[in-house]
């Protein structure tokens, strides 16, 4: 069982830049799928990003492609976000999940067992 604690979110003018961190304990973490997902205010939970175990394969949502840069440290049993040129659209609620399936990466919410509680993403326009 591993529990995944989310951490950097924060308040961001437009252009500006976060890193988020998603720490996992317990588990063998270094075998897990793992992505992030959002939730805006009103609105559905959604893809981001996700990487694989071993870190080799990423993907990403179209609307994140090409300013957010997924990454992991399986020696730190982290998961990192880099959100660079973030817009007011993408405040939300970030969430980190996982699972220990390790083919293809998904980008569906069914597709990961372990969540996070969460960090508050707030870009200012």
């Known amino acids: 069982q591993v529990q995944l604690v989310e951490s950097g979110g924060g308040l961001v003018q437009a252009g500006g830049s976060l890193r988020l961190s998603c720490t996992a304990s317990?588990?063998?973490?270094?075998?897990?799928?793992v992505a992030w997902f959002r939730q805006g205010p009103g609105q559905e939970r959604e893809f981001a990003a996700a990487?694989?175990?071993?870190?080799?394969?990423?993907t990403y949502a179209d609307s994140v492609k090409g300013r957010f840069t997924i990454s992991r440290d399986n020696a730190k049993n982290t998961v990192y976000l880099q959100m660079n040129s973030l817009k007011p659209e993408d405040t939300a609620i970030y969430y980190c999940?996982?699972?220990?399936?390790?083919?293809?990466?998904?980008?569906?919410?069914?597709?990961?067992?372990?969540w996070g509680q969460g960090t508050q993403v707030t870009v200012s326009s």
């Open positions: 317990g588990g063998t973490f270094s075998r897990y799928n």
């Open positions: 999940a996982a699972t220990s399936y390790t083919g293809s990466i998904s980008s569906r919410l069914s597709g990961y067992k372990y």
């Open positions: 990487i694989s175990w071993s870190g080799g394969s990423t």
